[in-house]
T-cell receptor, first 110, second 114 residues
């Protein structure tokens, strides 16, 4: 059973601080990983994807991948109230599908 | 440019009925995937189509079927609806069949079965 696991939260972070979201996966065949943001009642929105070990930065967001530890993370710097949402981690496998975690609810407190 | 469009946005059906959900991908995208998302959970993969061929199928019963048309739009059909089919149904399009490009999701169809 291929799984992606995330802490459901909620994770509460003060405005301006760094929010750290984590995800582990069971399928060593997964090669690409995605972070999506989902506001309540809305569809998921792609934030970042990563497929190489190490860090990938895009603005305030940094994705980190460690394939040996089967671990993916997303850091959000200078957190804003508008970052409050559920963050979904997903792994892409060779069977043309994404395996999703249940999401971590992030709350940024002003 | 139009994004991924889904219709209808909301739907209420009775147990045992049939439903058809529609999706138009982003222009130029040849891959369409369908996902079911129950409240509080991540999306669950139902189908993927690429160039009108089924490329992947998730762990859903045969009551669920789909197809992709020559213009790359897609339909998801669900027969003999159950209360447990109530969910947000998401359509996602991408440039290629494999997941390494990421998906763009439509706004979804909220299906309620009563």
């Amino acid at each position: 059973q291929k799984e992606v696991e995330q802490n459901s939260g909620p994770l509460s972070v003060p405005e301006g601080a760094i929010a750290s979201l984590n995800c582990t996966y069971s399928d060593r065949g997964s090669q690409s990983f995605f972070w999506y943001r989902q506001y309540s009642g809305k569809s998921p929105e792609l934030i970042m994807f990563i497929y190489s070990n190490g860090d990938k930065e895009d603005g305030r967001f940094t994705a980190q991948l460690n394939k040996a530890s089967q671990y993916v993370s997303l850091l959000i710097r200078d957190s804003q109230p508008s970052d409050s949402a559920t963050y979904l981690c997903a792994g892409g496998d060779s069977n043309y599908q994404l395996i999703w975690g249940a999401g971590t609810k992030l709350i940024i407190k002003p | 440019d139009a994004g991924v469009t889904q219709s209808p946005t909301h739907l209420i059906k009775t147990r045992g009925q049939h439903v058809t959900l529609r999706c138009s991908p982003i222009s130029g995208h040849k891959s369409v995937s369908w996902y079911q998302q129950v409240l509080g959970q991540g999306p669950q993969f139902i189908f993927q189509y690429y160039e009108k061929e089924e490329r992947g199928r998730g762990n859903f019963p045969d009551r669920f079927s789909a197809r992709q048309f020559p213009n790359y739009s897609s339909e998801l059909n669900v027969n003999a609806l159950l209360l447990g089919d109530s969910a947000l149904y998401l359509c996602a399009s991408s440039l290629a069949s494999w997941a390494n490009y990421g998906y763009t999701f439509g706004s979804g169809t909220r299906l309620t079965v009563v």
